[in-house]
């Protein structure tokens, strides 16, 4: 069974950091695209972040870049996203998605995911 787990959110002040993390079962992440996206209640689900099985570029959403860091070690490990300076604005429960191969619908298109995992909430608060 193809499952995927978030983990690493939690509760933080406004400029602090979280490090989440996306791990895999069941099968590994060597032939997949990974992405993170989010979803703030009342909020459509918004694509965040993105290491691309196609040209191996990592691709990031406007209101991240410069603070927020995907990465991962090896097929055979987690893959993190590394979120720092948090804005009130990013509170959202965070999914971890895989695509095989792709991206083919474009890296922020949440529909071109064939795996989600569950979530893991990410509250900003003083």
């Known amino acids: 069974q193809v499952t995927l787990v978030e983990s690493g959110g939690g509760l933080v002040q406004p400029g602090g950091s979280l490090r989440l993390s996306c791990a895999a079962s069941g099968f590994t992440l060597d032939h997949y695209t990974i992405a993170w996206f989010r979803q703030a209640p009342g909020k459509e689900r918004e694509a965040v972040s993105c290491i691309s099985k196609r040209d191996g570029r990592i691709y990031y959403a406007d209101s991240v870049k410069g603070r927020f860091t995907m990465s991962r070690d090896n097929f055979k490990k987690p893959i993190y996203l590394q979120m720092n300076s948090l804005k009130r604005e990013d509170p959202a429960v965070y999914y971890c998605?895989?695509?095989?191969?792709?991206?083919?619908?474009?890296?922020?298109?949440?529909?071109?995911?064939?795996?989600w995992g569950r979530g893991t909430q990410v509250t900003v608060s003083s």
């Open positions: 998605a895989a695509e095989v191969l792709g991206p083919t619908m474009g890296w922020d298109n949440s529909a071109g995911y064939d795996y």
